[in-house]
């Protein structure tokens, strides 16, 4: 059965960037000197346009990408340290196209890992449908391939198959880029139920600060070359903007943005300069 694990403020599912740089062979520095820390159990979203090296500080914590400089620590050990393969049954990955495999139905996608790490297929698909409930997908659907599922489906497949060997760390990268409007908000309630039930360690990547704001309860904004322009939590980004670029990134100067926070029936909401909620600050 799939169970919800908590682990206390000494569990080993923090994560420590330490003066990570990565430039490439062609001379490109997608990340110049990054630091930060994400707790145990928290959000944290980078957030940045094309070129802010966020999906690359991301791919370091599994080592889809060894930085040039510096290092990413789990519980104090670098990564680098750790095989490859095993770091990565342990860490949940929910790529922005979904990374289905098309041979394999929705219940085998979601028990793979699971498989591989030595637990039965019948053990594995038993807990793939527990996943599937959670993500909010019927089990009709179980038995379907991905070409046979809307892209909102895909996507919740892909969460219920990164949970499947109840990682400590969830990696998402542009998780709900690729849906429309309304799905994406879809989704994004459904993360947010996710979380509140399993307490992983979440690092985001995403363009959209809205989304970041909605999900996270840190937000890294990041210039190009992952340079830090203002790191804290979405209502300290909000209230005091660090720069020109950081408030212009976030909207505050735009019309019909002006984003702000208000307090309504006990919640801390994000509303835009309409009035319009746009996310809830936890």
Same mark, same amino acid.
């Given at each position: 059965?799939?169970? #919800?694990?908590?682990?206390?403020? @000494?569990?080993?599912?923090?994560?420590?960037?330490?003066?990570? +740089?990565?430039?490439?062979?062609?001379?490109?520095?997608?990340?110049?000197?990054?630091?930060?820390?994400? !707790?145990?159990?928290?959000?944290?979203?980078?957030?940045?346009?094309? %070129?802010?090296?966020?999906?690359?500080?991301?791919?370091? =914590?599994?080592?889809?990408?060894? !930085?040039?400089? @510096?290092?990413?620590?789990?519980?104090?050990?670098?990564?680098?340290?750790?095989?490859?393969? &095993?770091?990565?049954?342990?860490? %949940?990955?929910?790529?922005?196209?979904?990374?289905?495999?098309?041979?394999?139905?929705?219940?085998?996608?979601? *028990?793979?890992?699971?498989?591989?790490?030595?637990?039965?297929?019948? #053990?594995?698909?038993?807990?793939?449908?527990?996943?599937?409930?959670?993500? $909010?997908?019927?089990?009709?659907?179980?038995? &379907?391939?991905?070409?046979?599922?809307? +892209?909102?489906?895909?996507?919740?497949?892909?969460?219920? &198959?990164?949970? #499947?060997?109840? !990682?400590?760390?969830?990696?998402?990268?542009?998780?709900?880029?690729?849906?429309? !409007?309304?799905?994406?908000?879809?989704?994004?309630?459904?993360?947010?139920?996710?979380?509140?039930?399993?307490?992983?360690?979440?690092?985001?990547?995403?363009?959209?600060?809205?989304?970041?704001?909605?999900?996270?309860?840190?937000?890294? =904004?990041?210039? *190009?070359?992952?340079?830090?322009?203002?790191?804290?939590?979405?209502?300290?980004?909000?209230?005091?903007?660090?720069?020109?670029?950081?408030?212009?990134?976030?909207?505050?100067?735009?019309?019909?943005?002006?984003?702000?926070? =208000?307090?309504?029936? $006990?919640?801390?909401?994000?509303?835009? $300069?309409?009035?319009?909620?746009? %996310?809830?600050?936890?």
């Amino acid at each position: 059965m799939v169970e #919800a694990h908590r682990h206390d403020s @000494g569990g080993s599912v923090g994560i420590e960037f330490k003066h990570v +740089g990565k430039t490439y062979a062609d001379g490109t520095v997608a990340v110049a000197d990054f630091s930060h820390h994400v !707790p145990s159990h928290g959000t944290v979203a980078f957030v940045g346009s094309s %070129g802010s090296g966020k999906t690359t500080l991301l791919r370091m =914590v599994n080592r889809m990408v060894d !930085p040039s400089r @510096g290092a990413v620590l789990i519980d104090d050990e670098d990564v680098r340290e750790l095989d490859k393969v &095993r770091l990565r049954r342990r860490i %949940g990955y929910v790529p922005q196209a979904g990374g289905l495999l098309p041979h394999r139905t929705v219940v085998d996608n979601v *028990a793979t890992v699971p498989v591989l790490n030595g637990m039965s297929r019948r #053990a594995a698909r038993s807990d793939a449908a527990e996943l599937l409930a959670l993500v $909010g997908l019927d089990q009709s659907l179980a038995q &379907r391939y991905p070409a046979q599922l809307s +892209g909102g489906q895909q996507q919740r497949v892909a969460v219920a &198959r990164a949970l #499947a060997s109840d !990682p400590n760390i969830l990696l998402m990268d542009e998780p709900f880029g690729a849906v429309d !409007p309304i799905v994406r908000r879809d989704l994004q309630d459904q993360m947010l139920r996710i979380q509140a039930e399993l307490a992983k360690t979440i690092v985001i990547v995403t363009h959209d600060i809205d989304e970041a704001f909605r999900l996270a309860d840190d937000v890294v =904004v990041l210039r *190009a070359g992952g340079v830090v322009a203002q790191a804290g939590s979405p209502q300290s980004i909000l209230a005091s903007p660090a720069d020109d670029f950081v408030r212009d990134f976030v909207g505050a100067d735009r019309p019909g943005r002006n984003l702000r926070t =208000v307090d309504v029936d $006990g919640r801390r909401l994000v509303v835009d $300069g309409e009035g319009r909620p746009v %996310g809830v600050l936890r």
